[in-house]
């Protein structure tokens, strides 16, 4: 029998791993693409009078295309990946800001290759600077996140 305080532990180690860190930076930048961009408020809607032409039999028939947005689920999982990238501090590098870039363009599946050319880089020697910042990032993790906001955001690493 094993008490509800080892199963905790136990799954506060398995979720901060790297592999999980990634997937869940993965899935933050596609759920970016689902999220409603802002709009300035006198911008005109003249393309929503051609989207809203019911009558099939109308000369100038639009289907009113299906927008995706972003499930609430998927909002607070990309929030707890933003807060996730915020933890790369001076701490764990010395110009955190490109380092969280680089995370977020990794993210975004943007190839090895492509990644060293915009950061001046070799591709191998970007690839782990990359695992040894994330490394960092998952001990900064398990001391920082207490596991209050793991349970909370349990759901949403797996």
């Not at 380092?99 to 060293?116: D, N, S």
Request: glycine fraction near 2%; include cysteine.
């Amino acid at each position: 029998m094993s008490n509800k305080s080892d199963f905790n532990y136990h799954l506060a180690q398995d979720i901060t791993q790297l592999t999980n860190i990634i997937n869940l930076l993965e899935d933050a930048a596609r759920t970016e693409r689902f999220i409603a961009k802002p709009r300035h408020p006198g911008t005109p809607k003249m393309f929503d009078l051609i989207l809203t032409s019911y009558d099939k039999q109308d000369f100038g028939y639009y289907q009113k295309e299906l927008k995706l947005r972003a499930s609430p689920r998927q909002v607070t999982r990309w929030e707890f990946a933003v807060e996730i990238l915020t933890l790369i501090d001076n701490d764990i590098v010395d110009n955190p800001t490109e380092f969280r870039e680089l995370c977020w363009m990794r993210a975004k599946k943007f190839k090895w290759t492509q990644l060293a050319r915009h950061f001046g880089y070799h591709r191998v020697t970007l690839k782990n600077k990359y695992l040894t910042v994330l490394g960092k990032l998952v001990d900064k993790i398990k001391y920082k996140i207490k596991f209050d906001n793991l349970d909370r955001n349990l759901y949403l690493i797996t």
